[in-house]
C-alpha cells in the first residue's frame, strides 16, 4: 500500500473505527423485535432517500445506516454533511398500521424522545429537544444543535431519519451553532453503544405508543415530550408556510403534536410546521 493509499484507507483514522455489522445485528435483531434488518453501507447521499426508494419492498423495521452521508437532507431542505464516520447517520422504516394517520405526526417527535432517553443512558449526556426535529446539548453553557431528525412518508409507512455528530471536533463543525457528543462531555463515543442504545430506546417508545393506538397521552409521549422539550415556555419566533411570521411564547405541546403560542394579543395558536427561533430564554443567545 502505498502512502497515498494508506490517507485513504478507512482505518486511517483510529479513533473512528467502521461499524461491527454483525455485532450490531447480534444485539439488535430478534425474532419478536421491532427492528427485522440492519444494513450498513460505506457512504451513500441520503439514508433517507434509499429507505424511501425501496419503501415498497421494505418490512417494518428496516435500518439503513450510512458511514459516511454525503447528501443528507433535513427539514426544509437543508444540507448535513460530516467526516466519515464522525457521527450516526441512520433511518429505519415504520409501519403504524391501524393508527390513524393524523397521530403519525407524533413520530419525529417520539423519536426525539427516543434518542433523548437513549443517549442519557449510553453516552452519560443530557440532550433537550427543539421543536419540532433538533437535538440540543451544552457546550460551554451554551445550547448547540448535535443533531436533527427528518420523518417523511414512504410507501404504507414513515421513514425517520436521524443524523448525530458523536466525534466531531471543534474545527469539524459546519456552524457556530453546532455541537457534538464528545464537546458535550459524552463518557462514551463508541457509535456502536449508542447506535444500540438509540434504537433500544427507539423501540420501546414506539412499542408504547402502538399499544396505545396511537394516543400520545395514554402513552406517556405527550408528557414526555413536553419535560424534554427546551422551546417551552421560551419567546419564540416561528417562521410558518406562505412566508407568515408568528412571535409568542410556546406554552404547550397539544395532542396533535402542535407548538402552541401566546401571542401578545392573547390569542393561542397551535403551530403544526414551522421553523422556531428561539428568542428568549436561552443561555448564550439566541437558537
Not at 434509499?50 to 431542505?77: F, S, Y
Not at 443512558?121 to 437535538?135: E, F, I, Q, Y
Not at 410558518?240 to 409568542?248: C, I, K, Y
Request: one cysteine or more.
Amino acid at each position: 500500500m502505498t502512502p497515498s493509499d494508506a490517507s485513504h484507507s478507512r482505518w486511517s483514522d483510529l479513533d473512528r473505527p467502521p461499524l461491527n455489522v454483525p455485532a450490531l445485528r447480534r444485539g439488535l435483531i430478534r425474532p419478536d423485535g421491532l427492528w427485522s434488518s440492519l444494513d450498513v453501507v460505506d457512504s451513500t447521499g441520503s439514508t433517507n432517500s434509499d429507505l424511501a426508494g425501496r419503501a415498497a419492498g421494505l418490512t417494518e423495521g428496516a435500518v439503513l445506516v450510512a458511514e459516511e452521508q454525503t447528501a443528507g437532507r433535513g427539514r426544509l431542505d437543508r444540507t448535513w454533511t460530516a467526516p466519515a464516520r464522525s457521527g450516526l447517520f441512520f433511518s429505519v422504516y415504520l409501519a403504524p398500521g391501524a393508527i390513524p394517520v393524523r397521530q403519525w405526526g407524533w413520530l419525529p417527535l417520539l423519536t426525539g424522545v427516543a434518542v433523548a432517553a437513549g443517549l442519557a443512558k449510553s453516552a452519560g449526556v443530557d440532550t433537550a429537544l427543539k421543536w419540532p426535529n433538533d437535538l440540543l446539548v451544552q457546550v460551554g453553557g451554551q445550547e448547540r444543535k448535535a443533531g436533527g431528525i427528518l420523518a417523511e412518508r414512504a410507501g404504507e409507512g414513515v421513514v425517520v431519519g436521524i443524523g448525530l455528530n458523536v466525534s466531531l471536533r471543534e474545527d469539524e463543525l459546519p456552524a457556530p451553532t453546532a455541537a457534538s457528543l464528545a464537546l458535550a462531555g459524552a463518557v462514551s463515543t463508541d457509535r456502536e453503544t449508542l447506535l444500540r442504545g438509540v434504537l433500544r430506546s427507539l423501540e420501546q417508545w414506539y412499542g408504547k405508543w402502538r399499544e396505545a393506538d396511537g394516543d400520545a397521552a395514554a402513552s406517556g409521549l405527550q408528557e414526555a415530550y413536553a419535560a424534554g422539550c427546551a422551546t417551552l415556555g421560551r419567546t419564540v419566533r416561528a417562521q410558518l408556510p406562505g412566508e407568515r411570521t408568528l412571535t409568542g411564547e410556546a406554552v404547550a405541546i397539544d395532542g396533535d403534536g402542535r407548538l402552541v403560542l401566546a401571542t401578545a394579543d392573547g390569542l393561542q395558536e397551535p403551530v403544526s410546521a414551522g421553523d422556531i427561533v428561539h428568542l428568549r430564554g436561552v443561555e448564550g443567545g439566541l437558537t
